[in-house]
């Protein structure tokens, strides 16, 4: 996902199978990033990672699209795979990092995955393993538990695609920097120089997502950002262009099935 600790472990294909780690050293943010956010540019990583969150955001850039990694989600990464990265609040979490072998049957395009008890409990046990050993027996079973975990996670409904028209992609990305814009429908496609009717069909067509939904996972990518690093919900609702917090706290029980005060509150208490 992001090589947040011991860059040799990422590019290192000479070791064990999976490693694990944990807590690391966090970059520091850029002189000109936000208060509370730290960003990555395009990077890629020989081996394949699995990286959870248990405290903070992580948002990730793909070609393919965009992820939220909220508390208890964690994303996969294949290997060699294109992202940028930027965290939100401070972070606390762990990593896997696997070679292309251990990667062969795991899904091929990047997404976020539910995180079991068991997968959880594992991972944080082989954060203890040695990194340049081969693996006991009892490890490279529980390597083995590890590997079908992921392979059979559930997928989480966190993805934000994006277009490939140039037009469509000129109003997305305009999206993402407004998400609290007042613009219509009809305003957003006057500036992409398309038809209503057109900007509805092709935005479906290429995303698989209505506007005002992909229109709404945006403000949700955008809101999560601000509650990690301890934005009240009336300023995020405010900044989203919400009436009100409670038609902002709506939305964001209906996408996560949780209040935001809650959600974060119950993860960070982990």
């Not at 807590?23 to 540019?41: I, K, M, N, Q």
């Not at 999560?224 to 009336?234: D, F």
Request: aromatic fraction near 8%.
């Amino acid at each position: 996902m992001v090589d947040l600790y011991a860059r040799d472990y990422s590019e290192w294909l000479e070791g064990p199978a999976l490693i694990a780690v944990r807590d690391g050293d966090v970059l520091a943010p850029s002189d000109d990033a936000p208060l509370g956010l730290r960003e990555y540019d395009w990077h890629q990583h020989a081996r394949g990672q699995v990286f959870c969150v248990e405290q903070g955001l992580i948002h990730v850039s793909t070609p393919h699209g965009a992820w939220l990694l909220p508390p208890q989600r964690a994303g996969w990464m294949p290997p060699h795979m294109p992202h940028k990265v930027s965290v939100s609040g401070r972070l606390r979490s762990w990593m896997l990092l696997a070679t292309p072998d251990f990667c062969a049957d795991l899904p091929t395009q990047p997404c976020v995955i539910g995180i079991s008890a068991v997968l959880r409990t594992l991972a944080l046990r082989a954060v203890d393993w040695d990194k340049q050993a081969e693996p006991t027996p009892e490890q490279a079973r529980m390597a083995a538990v590890i590997h079908d975990e992921i392979r059979h996670a559930p997928h989480e409904d966190l993805h934000l695609p994006m277009p490939r028209d140039a037009r469509l992609l000129r109003i997305a990305h305009a999206l993402l920097q407004e998400p609290g814009s007042p613009r219509t429908l009809e305003d957003w496609a006057a500036y992409g120089a398309l038809s209503p009717r057109t900007l509805r069909r092709w935005m479906q067509a290429e995303t698989g997502m209505g506007f005002a939904q992909w229109r709404q996972q945006a403000q949700l990518a955008h809101g999560l950002g601000l509650l990690a690093r301890g934005q009240p919900v009336a300023l995020v609702s405010d900044a989203l262009g919400y009436a009100s917090p409670s038609n902002f706290i709506a939305m964001f029980r209906k996408a996560l099935g949780d209040s935001p005060a809650h959600y974060f509150a119950s993860r960070q208490s982990l």
